[in-house]
């Protein structure tokens, strides 16, 4: 079964170096999650039944920091030309403060339930994405165009030579 070619990793590197990626974006976010919490309101912040702005705010911080590790991750040639940039942040900005959340202060079953149930009718939801998601993705856009703006277009083109394979190039960058 082959990876579908928007999810292929960079070329030259190994399954390690792929996985090293996914694991320091991980602890990126961690850091920035519950850095920020503990900076400005304390850990206990992060907490089942505490006001939502704290966990906003730290879902920023979480954001900036795991966009800002895939991208220059991506600089770098490492993980994947499409997975740096959305699959992988999106995920791992999804996952891991509900992880801590729940490792840190336990389950917390009904909040889940709430959630689940009618989530289409619940604002509050689209803004808890919006706050994990748009900082990082605003901050990675800038990192990489400042990055290939930086390098020009020779350079750049370089780089796709070097880091993507000849099928990706293909049909996501050639004209």
């Given at each position: 079964?082959?990876?579908?070619?928007g999810?292929?990793?960079?070329?030259?590197?190994?399954?390690?170096?792929?996985?090293?990626?996914?694991?320091?974006?991980?602890?990126?976010?961690?850091l920035?999650?519950?850095g920020?919490?503990?900076?400005?309101?304390?850990?206990?912040?992060?907490?089942?039944?505490?006001?939502v702005?704290?966990?906003?705010?730290?879902?920023?911080?979480?954001?900036?920091?795991?966009?800002?590790?895939?991208?220059?991750?991506?600089?770098?040639?490492?993980?994947?030309?499409?997975?740096d940039?959305?699959?992988?942040?999106?995920?791992?900005?999804?996952?891991?403060?509900?992880?801590?959340?729940?490792?840190?202060?336990?389950?917390?079953?009904?909040?889940?339930?709430?959630?689940?149930?009618?989530f289409?009718?619940?604002?509050?939801?689209?803004?808890?994405?919006?706050?994990?998601?748009?900082?990082?993705?605003?901050?990675c856009?800038?990192?990489?165009?400042?990055?290939?703006?930086?390098?020009?277009?020779?350079?750049?083109?370089?780089?796709?030579?070097?880091?993507?394979?000849?099928?990706?190039?293909?049909?996501?960058?050639?004209?």
């Open positions: 079964m082959n990876v579908p070619l999810l292929a990793p960079f070329t030259g590197q190994s399954r390690t170096e792929h996985a090293l990626v996914l694991v320091g974006g991980a602890l990126a976010c961690l920035g999650y519950v920020a919490a503990a900076a400005f309101f304390g850990l206990a912040a992060l907490g089942h039944g505490e006001p702005g704290p966990q906003r705010i730290a879902g920023v911080f979480a954001s900036l920091a795991c966009w800002g590790f895939y991208a220059l991750a991506f600089v770098r040639g490492k993980g994947g030309p499409v997975t940039v959305l699959a992988y942040p999106l995920a791992t900005v999804t996952v891991v403060p509900f992880a801590f959340r729940w490792t840190a202060f336990g389950p917390a079953w009904d909040a889940l339930a709430d959630r689940v149930g009618f289409l009718l619940r604002p509050a939801l689209f803004v808890d994405a919006a706050a994990h998601v748009v900082p990082g993705l605003v901050l856009a800038g990192v990489l165009t400042a990055w290939a703006s930086l390098l020009g277009e020779e350079a750049v083109a370089a780089w796709q030579r070097e880091h993507l394979s000849e099928s990706f190039r293909a049909a996501f960058v050639d004209e």
